[in-house]
């Protein structure tokens, strides 16, 4: 562990410090983490196969294993975290090349046969209470789900299927960011503006000082941006309907064209999602979903949905006619449609 004895990533004693954070510590962190948990896994699957008693078994199997997965679940939850909210082109790159490294991590566990062998002996031993059954189910079915009953081509297809899809995702992410960054409305003008709480205000003005430095709250100029603490109040209280609707326009359109368009991110992610479905036996990928939740399957989903339609839609019409009166009344809009 030389030189890393103060990598923010591998103080998980607490709360993430992010203060601490730097970029250049997650590759030797979950390179170093990664190759622990390997070593500390293979000597958890030794014992596994040397234990017969339910109770040692039990905390081998289940309860070791999650605390040997613990530090990496803490560091990479962290650089995920600010992945997703703090994102930049030095964090993507070594995201992007760490990422099959946490991939590769997690099926060396999930795909392990001594752990299933394991656990499926675990269920046919006594002693067991029904929570620790409900978990050991839990995770038997688990690992059926991440390629434990695959071998050959058929597993090294899926693992690559589940790296693809990783990237995809992210792909994903990155698009829908980039395209909220893009967006901008500057407002000088205060007619508006004055209805808006005092938070928001001082919200658009620090975001304007990127172009506006003398902006003030009260003054302005403003800068509206799509991201929530921003959108959020300006839909709720700016008076203009064509400004709000220029605003509401621009954020659900997000990542709908151009080089971040996510429709084609978002075929490929449905198709290598039913890959993964078929290749474990699962006639879609929503039946693949069904069998970790309440639900038994597709049918009984949309025979739900079909009855909340039925019960919901004549009073989301009245309610939209209702709207409609309201803003020919109160803003002359004669057509909401």
Same mark, same amino acid.
């Given at each position: 562990?030389?030189?890393?004895?103060?990598?923010?990533?591998?103080?998980?004693?607490?709360?993430?410090?992010?203060?601490?954070?730097?970029? !250049?510590?997650? !590759?030797?962190?979950? /390179?170093?983490?990664?190759?622990?948990?390997?070593?500390?896994?293979?000597?958890?699957?030794? @014992?596994?196969?040397?234990?017969? =008693?339910?109770?040692?078994?039990?905390?081998?199997?289940?309860?070791?294993?999650?605390?040997?997965?613990?530090?990496?679940?803490?560091?990479?939850?962290?650089? @995920?975290?600010?992945?997703?909210?703090?994102?930049?082109?030095?964090?993507?790159?070594?995201?992007?090349?760490?990422?099959?490294?946490? *991939?590769?991590?997690?099926? @060396?566990?999930?795909?392990?046969?001594?752990?299933?062998?394991?656990?499926?002996?675990?269920?046919?031993?006594?002693?067991?209470?029904?929570?620790?059954? @409900?978990?050991?189910?839990?995770?038997?079915?688990?690992?059926?789900? %991440?390629?434990? &009953?695959?071998?050959?081509?058929?597993?090294?297809?899926?693992? =690559?299927?589940?790296? =693809? #899809?990783?990237?995809?995702? /992210?792909? $994903?992410?990155?698009?829908?960011?980039?395209?909220?960054?893009?967006?901008?409305?500057?407002?000088?003008?205060?007619?508006?503006?004055?209805?808006?709480?005092?938070?928001?205000? =001082?919200?658009?003005?620090?975001?304007?000082?990127?172009?506006?430095?003398?902006?003030?709250?009260?003054?302005?100029?403003? +800068? *509206? /941006?799509?991201?929530?603490?921003?959108?959020?109040?300006?839909?709720?209280?700016?008076?203009?309907?064509?400004?709000?609707?220029?605003?509401?326009?621009?954020?659900?359109?997000?990542?709908?064209?151009?080089?971040? %368009?996510?429709?084609?991110?978002?075929?490929?992610?449905?198709?290598?999602?039913?890959?993964?479905?078929?290749?474990? &036996?699962?006639?879609?990928?929503?039946?693949?979903?069904?069998?970790?939740?309440?639900?038994?399957?597709?049918?009984?989903?949309?025979?739900? #949905?079909?009855?909340?339609?039925? +019960?919901?839609?004549?009073?989301?019409?009245?309610?939209?006619?209702?709207?409609?009166? $309201?803003?020919?009344?109160?803003?002359?809009?004669?057509?909401? !449609?």
């Amino acid at each position: 562990m030389s030189g890393l004895e103060n990598n923010s990533l591998l103080q998980n004693n607490g709360l993430p410090n992010y203060s601490a954070f730097k970029v !250049e510590e997650i !590759e030797p962190a979950i /390179t170093y983490l990664t190759e622990k948990l390997e070593k500390d896994f293979e000597l958890l699957e030794k @014992r596994m196969d040397a234990e017969n =008693e339910s109770y040692k078994l039990y905390n081998i199997s289940i309860e070791e294993v999650e605390k040997i997965q613990y530090p990496l679940d803490f560091a990479w939850g962290l650089v @995920r975290h600010l992945h997703s909210v703090k994102n930049n082109d030095e964090l993507r790159e070594v995201y992007s090349k760490m990422q099959p490294v946490i *991939i590769k991590s997690g099926n @060396r566990i999930s795909q392990s046969k001594i752990l299933y062998n394991s656990l499926v002996r675990l269920k046919m031993m006594g002693n067991l209470s029904a929570v620790q059954r @409900r978990i050991i189910d839990s995770s038997v079915h688990g690992m059926s789900l %991440n390629g434990i &009953g695959l071998s050959g081509v058929e597993k090294d297809r899926f693992n =690559e299927l589940v790296v =693809e #899809l990783s990237k995809q995702s /992210t792909q $994903f992410s990155n698009n829908v960011l980039d395209s909220t960054k893009e967006f901008s409305l500057y407002i000088d003008d205060d007619t508006g503006m004055v209805n808006l709480p005092d938070s928001a205000l =001082e919200l658009f003005s620090m975001n304007a000082k990127d172009k506006y430095p003398d902006s003030t709250p009260d003054k302005g100029p403003w +800068k *509206i /941006t799509l991201d929530a603490p921003s959108f959020v109040p300006f839909l709720q209280y700016h008076p203009s309907s064509e400004l709000r609707k220029k605003v509401y326009l621009a954020y659900i359109s997000r990542a709908s064209s151009g080089d971040k %368009n996510n429709i084609p991110v978002i075929d490929k992610i449905l198709s290598l999602k039913k890959e993964k479905a078929n290749m474990l &036996g699962y006639k879609s990928f929503a039946e693949l979903s069904l069998s970790k939740k309440m639900a038994n399957d597709v049918q009984e989903v949309e025979k739900l #949905l079909e009855m909340i339609n039925k +019960k919901a839609r004549k009073h989301a019409l009245k309610d939209f006619e209702d709207l409609k009166k $309201f803003a020919k009344k109160e803003g002359g809009v004669d057509n909401l !449609e």
